[in-house]
């Protein structure tokens, strides 16, 4: 089964940052056909009459482009925020009423899947990281994700995604962690998954340097996972570097990997950050190269089969 390779759109952030913009570019630069959107681009907060213009451009533009938006993330600038584990509760509240705003949006765009990291507890005061969240934190956690499900239900949404990072201050960061969570959210309107990225899964400092692969959260997630972030990176950050840069991921390998272990059918983005100084034409250089490298190494891995 050929590779669903597509692009996650955290590279037109402050640049391509509409669909007039980018869906050219996604198609006839990149020579892709799938996207995730970013809420980087759409903050789902703004005014309604903005809202709906935004979503009637964003379900037909890339239409005419022949691309797909397959999913909407919640990008960088909500992520900075501690959202439904942020020490004060009025602000979980907004956290979970923010959510709600994008499923609305998304579905309104005709975007049928929404997801991203959940929220970080607050840091203590000398420094130290538990290696779980406090039971009462996790169990309300668990409430607002059903909340949120039945919310997404009653949006028109399909799936809902979860992305495990690397940090003990958010949940999950864990394969048991994450185990949990699902079997904790069983019955829910519309499933969890969860979107896997190969810089956070591979973070040796946290997992150790024996530890640091994807292989082990394949094989326990396998049947959960609902897309996958590619980047290339050194294992130790979470880089989100393009593969124009030196790092420890392999593409032919990634692929190989998702192959064995039975997500060769899942949708793999690329999701690479860049310097908002950068010049735009080196970012469009580097982003295509990339994808000529990742569709290349995907090729050898269809071959191969």
Known sequence: MPVQLGVNLSFCVKRWVTPELWAPLVRDRLKLERVQFSFDLVDPTWPELVLSQMAESLRAVPERHGITVHSAFIGLAHYTF???????????????????????????????????????????????????????????????????????????????????????????????????????????????????????????????????????????????????????????????????????????????LLARSGLGDRPVFLEAFYPFERADRSVLDAMARSVEILKAAASQETCAE
């Open 82 to 256: 501690n959202q439904l584990l942020h020490p004060v509760p009025g602000v979980r509240d907004h956290a979970e009423a923010w959510m709600r705003h994008a499923y609305r949006f998304a579905a309104a765009a005709g975007i049928t899947r929404v997801g991203g990291p959940l929220g970080a507890i607050a840091s203590a005061p000398d420094g130290y990281e538990a290696e779980a969240l406090p039971e009462a934190e996790y169990a309300e956690l668990i409430s607002r994700m059903r909340r949120l499900a039945q919310a997404g239900a009653e949006a028109g949404l399909e799936t809902l995604y979860v992305e495990p990072t690397p940090m003990r201050r958010e949940w999950p960061w864990t394969i048991a962690q994450a185990q949990r969570m699902l079997a904790d959210l069983a019955g829910t309107p519309i499933p969890w998954q969860l979107c896997p990225d190969w810089g956070h899964g591979t973070f040796a400092p946290l997992y150790g340097p024996d530890h640091a692969g994807m292989a082990d959260w394949f094989a326990a997630l396998a049947p959960d996972i609902g897309a996958i972030h590619i980047q290339q990176t050194d294992y130790l950050y979470d880089r989100h570097w393009d593969f124009t840069e030196p790092g420890r991921v392999d593409p032919a390998a990634a692929f190989a």
